[in-house]
Structures are given as structure tokens and as C-alpha cells.
């Protein structure tokens, strides 16, 4: 898109120009890192064509005032690299980077993290604890590479769609700081104009994420880790949902188990589920304990013709209370459903797997 200049009554329409090679690029970031940044963000230049054991040459590295290491691949969006190469990179570059230790990405680059730190230090006083600007970001920049923490920017002068696609996907599905930036180069009577762009930026995508799923309730946490600490291994819960967790005995197939489910803030409901189709050959093994009492005498299970047998208990009830319920409807259930489910596969009438 060509930019307007005007000075006076004296307009100029200056359209889109080119640079004439990589290196152009890399020349002028190098030489005006702020137009990487964000508003009111401090970044120093390091050092160029950086050698990473395992990844390669990195085209250039900067270092922000909090610390955090910033990688740069420089392409034009004539190269192919831009949209078939440039991702498996800076992730290369990134693990390669993050292995080193503050002292080892120092010695690197011949001592410029030290002389970028010292840059953007230098009008900083040392805070009443004696700490320098300096050593805190120092201490900054080796806690970022022990946490694999690293911004990574890809710069062009335009940025093809298929590699923008690429961009919005790790933004949003990932905890990568990824941005892609591009910076535009304008030839007018006056001199050459760039205008940087964020074309993809983590903060901003994140926002615009679908929310995070329900939390689980802590209560809820706590009878499923009650229930987990007390039972065998193969008889323990499964699954991740913020209200359900599943105990699938081993020998049995899919469609049945045992369940803690929370369906409102008041309740947990412990129970044996099953497929509504075997309900009918199931009554004649589990009808029988409808009224049964559990958990320490605050529950009676319940038998629903549907397709189910369940105890309904309180939330408030201690987790291990409500846990005992679980290992109760087991004891009772477990060897009685396994017997139906062997009776069944001797008659070639064995439930499905699927």
C-alpha cells in the first residue's frame, strides 16, 4: 500500500519499494531495533549471524530491557524459505539457544549481551538493595534461557498468506512468542520511509482465544484424589474432565465403568453406568441392590431402570466419605458385572468393545 507525504501545500504519493537483498533488511533492524518492539519497549542489538550449535546461523539477536532473548529471521517474501522453511528455524534456533547458559551465550557472541545489557542500563541507578539495573537484567536473561523463554520474529518485507495462516495457528495454540512482522520500504524525493507492521502477535491473539474450559471444583479434586490414594492401580480414575472421572476395570469393554460425576455445585453422584441396550439382561444382576446402603451409612445406592446404579451424596461430606461410597458400589458390583460379562461371552452374546 503507497504512503501520502505531506509538507505544506507539497504532497508526495510514495509507492512500495523493495530491498534488494536479505541483508538490507538485517542492516537496517540492526541499525533501528525499535521497529520490532512495542510502544515504549527497550530493545538492544547483540549481534548478528550468530552461530548456534545444532540450528545454524541465526540472522540477528537482540536483547529486551526485561531480560528476554529475541531471535530475527530476515526473509524477503520473494524467497520460497518465507513460507516452506522459516517455522522449522526459529524453532531450531530457539531449543539451540535456551540450552545455553547466560556466561555461554555472552562468550557467543565475543561479549555483546554484556555491551547490549550495559546499553540499555546505562542510565539506570542501583536500587537501594545494591542490586545495578544491570545485574538485574543480566540475572533476567539467564532465567528467561533456563525457562525457555525466547521471543521469536520473522521479518519481511510482506508476509504471504500460507505463512500468516502458520503464524495465527502457534499464536493462538501454543505458549511460543511468536510474531511475524513486516517492514515496508518507501523511496521518496526526501529519503527512504519503513513502516513496521505486527501482521501476528501472541498477546493480542490470545485474546481473541475461545475461553479456557471450567475449572474443576477444588472439592471435586479432592473425593477423586481421596478415591485415587486408597485404590489399586488398575482401579484408580481416568480422564481429565472438570466434572467426571471415570474407573474402567481392565478385563471390562467400552460402555461400562464407574463414574464420579458433579452435575451441580451441591452434588457428587457416584455410579455404575452402562449402555441403555443392556439394561434389561443387567436388572436381573443389579436391581437387587436398590437401597443398598454406602459410604459410612449416608447413602443408599439407587437403581435407575435407564441405566444406571448411583448413590447421590451431599458435596459437603468428607472427600474420604464420599470416596468409601466408590470403593463400596466396586466391592459390591465389580465381581457380579465381571460374572455377566463372562456368562455373555461363553453364549457368543458378549457386549462390543466399541
Given at each position: ?8 501545500s ?6 512500495v ?64 524459505g518465507a ?9 531450531d534456533?530457539?531449543a ?5 547458559t ?34 538485574r537484567v ?33 499464536a493462538r495454540?501454543?505458549h ?9 520500504k ?58 467426571a ?7 471390562w ?6 463414574n ?14 452402562f ?48 470416596a ?27 457386549p462390543?468393545?466399541?
Amino acid at each position: 500500500m503507497p504512503i501520502l507525504i505531506r509538507n505544506g501545500s507539497v504532497t508526495e504519493v510514495v509507492p512500495v519499494g523493495s530491498f534488494s537483498n536479505e541483508d538490507e533488511l538485517e542492516r537496517l533492524l540492526e541499525k533501528h531495533p525499535e521497529l520490532l518492539g512495542e510502544e515504549g519497549e527497550s530493545i538492544a542489538f547483540v549481534a548478528r549471524q550468530v552461530h548456534l550449535p545444532q540450528a545454524g546461523e541465526l540472522d540477528l539477536l537482540f536483547v529486551n530491557s526485561d531480560g528476554l532473548p529475541i531471535v530475527v529471521e530476515t526473509k524477503r517474501s520473494m524467497n520460497p524459505g518465507a513460507r516452506r522453511q522459516v517455522i522449522g528455524q526459529v524453532i531450531d534456533y530457539l531449543a539451540s539457544l535456551t540450552d545455553l547458559t547466560v556466561d555461554e551465550l555472552n562468550l557467543l557472541v565475543h561479549g555483546n549481551l554484556k555491551n547490549a545489557i550495559a546499553k540499555l542500563t546505562e542510565e539506570a541507578e542501583t536500587d537501594e538493595a545494591g542490586e545495578s539495573e544491570f545485574d538485574r537484567v543480566w540475572q533476567a536473561v539467564g532465567a528467561n534461557l533456563r525457562a525457555g523463554q525466547a521471543r521469536l520474529v520473522v521479518a519481511l518485507d510482506e508476509a504471504p498468506s500460507s505463512l500468516e495462516k502458520i503464524f495465527h495457528f502457534l499464536a493462538r495454540r501454543s505458549h511460543l512468542d511468536v510474531r511475524l512482522v513486516t517492514v515496508q520500504k518507501h523511496t521518496s524525493k526526501v529519503g527512504d520511509v519503513f513502516v513496521p507492521r505486527t501482521v501476528v502477535n501472541p498477546e493480542t491473539e490470545r485474546d481473541a482465544s475461545p475461553p479456557p474450559p471450567p475449572q474443576s471444583d477444588p472439592r471435586f479434586l479432592a473425593i477423586v484424589k481421596a478415591y485415587d490414594d486408597g485404590a489399586p492401580p488398575d482401579l484408580r480414575t481416568t480422564g481429565i474432565g472438570s466434572s467426571a472421572r471415570w474407573v474402567r476395570p481392565g478385563e471390562w469393554p467400552d460402555g461400562i465403568g464407574y463414574n464420579f460425576w458433579q452435575p451441580n455445585k451441591n452434588m457428587i453422584a457416584v455410579q455404575l453406568e452402562f449402555r441403555p441396550r443392556w439394561r434389561e439382561s443387567m436388572a436381573g444382576c443389579l436391581a437387587g441392590l436398590d437401597g443398598r446402603e454406602v459410604a459410612d451409612h449416608n447413602g443408599r445406592l439407587s437403581w435407575h431402570p435407564k441405566h444406571k446404579l448411583r448413590v447421590e451424596l451431599p458435596i459437603t461430606l468428607p472427600p474420604e466419605t464420599i470416596a468409601q461410597a466408590m470403593h463400596d458400589l466396586i466391592e459390591m458390583t465389580k465381581d457380579v458385572v465381571t460374572n455377566w460379562l463372562n456368562g455373555t461371552r461363553r453364549s457368543g452374546d458378549a457386549p462390543d468393545a466399541g
